[in-house]
């Protein structure tokens, strides 16, 4: 018999290794292929816990006769090594041939694992593209394992599947139904995973929160999101304020920025924020007040003074929170911005007094709304206005 072993934390399990389990299947003739969620993994922490990922792998493959799950790893204590499960597996299968198979990731990092040459000689390797990594690269990688250790790797020619465990997970987190993604799983393993609250019991983090923001912001504007992270982190540092609030607020300050000009408005409406006839006629300006309700509704965050930062991060305002200011800041100055000449001094005198900056920053934002063709000096948001006379002062 052939037999097929894929692993995984399974964290949640879904359609992506499903797929690949079948094409593999196919490809090779396997008889069957064995799921085999992972127990304590040494590489990642702040897992599921291995009851509820193996169920939910054990529920997946339920309509599948020839997919089995395998519990040779997760309610093993310690620390796994795939050389002691392979050296289990074939004393449960003496006379058979396995076939491991791992995504292209884990080939380039299998010279690290414990008794490398074992697995090498014992197992032969099936490397699934889900990524659609450089193919050479992986070839060269390949031929080299094969020259070295004899090892014997095949490729699956499987159509990209490549879906996102942290993608899942964060969609599993969103409350408001308006913004439900399509959970990539097999029913049964959403429904497990939302009666035990698996996921939804802690807040989104950065990488969750980054995830969902690819599927809605241009590849340009997330570079900038993570620019203005960078340097919201930096500034939080420098003048002690809560890194961690920063870094949230930065990345989600544009989380609106693509959204229809009806969409932002509603947004607005159901969180009562005011809009102006000023902000109706150019929508750009509406983007931050309805980021600060996104942020809210969608990525579930409560916490008013990075609602307050988003809110204000492209007008200012007058007598702003150390978090805000330095948000507002850092979108005009981080490091992929060009737009102005004097960003380096800026930059440098961001690090030095926050209210000069601002106000640098500020009276520069008034002049350039000032001097635009057809002098659209109405164009000047209020807020900003009012907040170049506070900050003024400190020019
Ligand atoms: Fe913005
Ligand atoms: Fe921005």
């Known amino acids: 018999m052939k037999i097929g072993i894929i692993g995984g934390t399974f964290d949640p399990i879904h359609n992506g290794h499903i797929y690949i389990a079948g094409k593999a299947m196919e490809e090779f003739s396997l008889s069957k292929v064995l799921f085999m969620p992972t127990g304590v993994s040494y590489m990642k922490t702040d897992v599921s816990n291995a009851k509820d990922r193996y169920e939910m792998v054990r529920l997946a493959l339920k309509d599948y006769p020839n997919f089995e799950i395998s519990d040779l790893e997760v309610f093993r204590g310690g620390y796994t090594y795939t050389c002691e499960t392979i050296a289990e597996l074939k004393k449960i299968y003496p006379d058979d041939k396995l076939y491991f198979i ?22 032969t390797i099936i490397v699934a593209d889900r990524a659609g990594e450089n193919e050479s690269d992986q070839k060269d990688k390949a031929d080299y394992l ?16 490549n879906l996102s465990a942290t993608l899942l997970r964060a969609g599993f987190k969103i409350k408001s139904p308006a913004y439900k993604i399509k959970q990539d799983c097999p029913d049964s393993v959403v429904r497990y995973a939302e009666e035990n609250h698996l996921y939804d019991s802690s807040p989104m983090k950065e990488s969750e929160i980054l995830e ?99 809110y204000y991060h492209t007008t200012g305002k007058p007598d702003m929170s150390l978090l805000t200011m330095i948000i507002f800041i850092s979108d005009y100055i981080e490091p992929g911005r060009t737009h102005s000449p004097k960003l380096n001094d800026f930059r440098a005198m961001a ?45």
């Open 351 to 395: 690090e030095e007094d926050l209210n000069k900056c601002a106000g640098n920053i500020l009276e520069e934002t008034c002049l350039y709304l000032e001097s635009r063709p057809n002098n659209k000096i109405k164009a000047i948001d209020p807020t900003t206005k009012e907040a170049y006379e506070y900050y003024k002062i400190y020019i």
């Open 102 to 123: 791992i995504g292209t990731d884990t080939l380039f990092m299998m010279e690290k694992w414990k008794n490398y040459d074992y697995i090498f000689q014992n197992v």
């Open 146 to 161: 094969k020259k070295q250790f004899g090892a014997k790797i095949k490729f699956l020619k499987a159509k990209k599947y």
């Open 212 to 310: 969902l923001l690819r599927l809605d912001l241009k590849p340009k504007r997330i570079t900038h999101t993570l620019g203005v992270v960078e340097m919201a982190a930096k500034l939080a540092e420098i003048h002690s304020c809560d890194i961690k609030k920063a870094r949230t607020a930065a990345l989600l300050h544009d989380c609106a920025k693509y959204l229809s000009t009806q969409e932002k408005a509603d947004l607005c409406r159901e969180y009562h924020f005011p809009v102006s006839d000023l902000e109706m006629s150019n929508p750009e300006l509406l983007h931050a007040k309805a980021g600060a309700a996104l942020a809210s509704k969608k990525y579930g965050i409560e916490d008013e003074e990075i609602m307050d930062a988003i």
